[in-house]
């Protein structure tokens, strides 16, 4: 899963790669892509609400996707209770037909006067995962993404938090799909070889990942890494049949 615009630069350095890992409805463009499941990504769930109310979002659209933050597009009161703005985005999301996708920073427990609030000694991951916004995501989503990418360059550090939000996640919907975060620059700078150990560390996890070009950086570092990674999967496809 990612956003239109990380799959046009990335079509750009190499358009074979993009169709080949895009180009299916196993993947989700985030404002549409040939053959990919059509989503749209909101930070605010009132801004989804209005967007529902007045009839803006395309019949095309097949999944929503709230991308709760401590930044300032998630209104405040949001990223104060985001536990309660989750079951609201999906319960909303879900009456008017669509699939529904969702995925909180681990950042909202660093929100001030938040009940998620860290406690001293405590790292973030660690208030993430006892806020309960794991729970709650996978109890109304359809599919749950762990913002894990600042972690990917110390892969078993990346696979220990990933592991632990998925039995989270799959102890309260066994069906729930959970993707972890990748991307090309999540506070210094990856490389392909960076993406794919924190890729190949949560194989046998995930379902998949949610990958950012952050701003559109390091796009020829998105496009090798996803022309390894393809590779990899074809030839353990081919294994696996042979």
Not at 26 to 47: C, K, V, Y
Not at 102 to 107: A, D, F, K, L, M
Not at 127 to 155: F, K, M, W
Not at 159 to 170: G, N, Q
Request: proline share 5%; hydrophobic share 40%; net charge negative.
């Amino acid at each position: 899963m990612t956003a239109t615009g990380s799959i046009n630069a990335i079509a750009a350095v190499d358009r074979g790669v993009a169709d080949r890992v895009f180009g299916s409805i196993d993947s989700i463009a985030l404002g549409g892509w040939p053959g990919a499941t059509h989503g749209r990504a909101w930070a605010s769930h009132e801004r989804f609400a209005e967007d529902v109310r007045s009839g803006a979002i395309p019949d095309e659209v097949k999944l929503v996707m709230y991308d709760p933050e401590a930044w300032d597009k998630t209104p405040f009161r949001e990223r104060l209770d985001p536990v309660r703005y989750i079951e609201e985005f999906c319960a909303l999301a879900r009456a008017n037909g669509f699939s529904v996708a969702v995925t909180p920073h681990p950042n909202l427990v660093c929100v001030p006067g938040s009940r998620h609030a860290q406690e001293p000694g405590e790292s973030r991951e660690d208030a993430y995962l006892r806020s309960g916004i794991v729970e709650i995501c996978a109890a109304h989503s359809d599919l749950y993404e762990t913002q894990a990418q600042r972690l990917q360059n110390e892969p078993d550090v990346y696979r220990a938090f990933v592991l632990e939000t998925a039995l989270l996640a799959r102890s309260v919907n066994a069906n729930v799909s959970v993707l972890s975060g990748l991307s090309t620059h999540p506070g210094y700078p990856a490389h392909a070889e960076m993406l794919e150990a924190a890729w190949s560390s949560v194989r046998d996890v995930v379902d998949g990942h949610y990958l950012s070009l952050a701003k559109r950086r390091l796009v020829g570092v998105a496009a090798s890494f996803l022309s390894r990674m393809a590779m990899t999967r074809e030839r353990l496809d081919a294994t696996a049949a042979g």
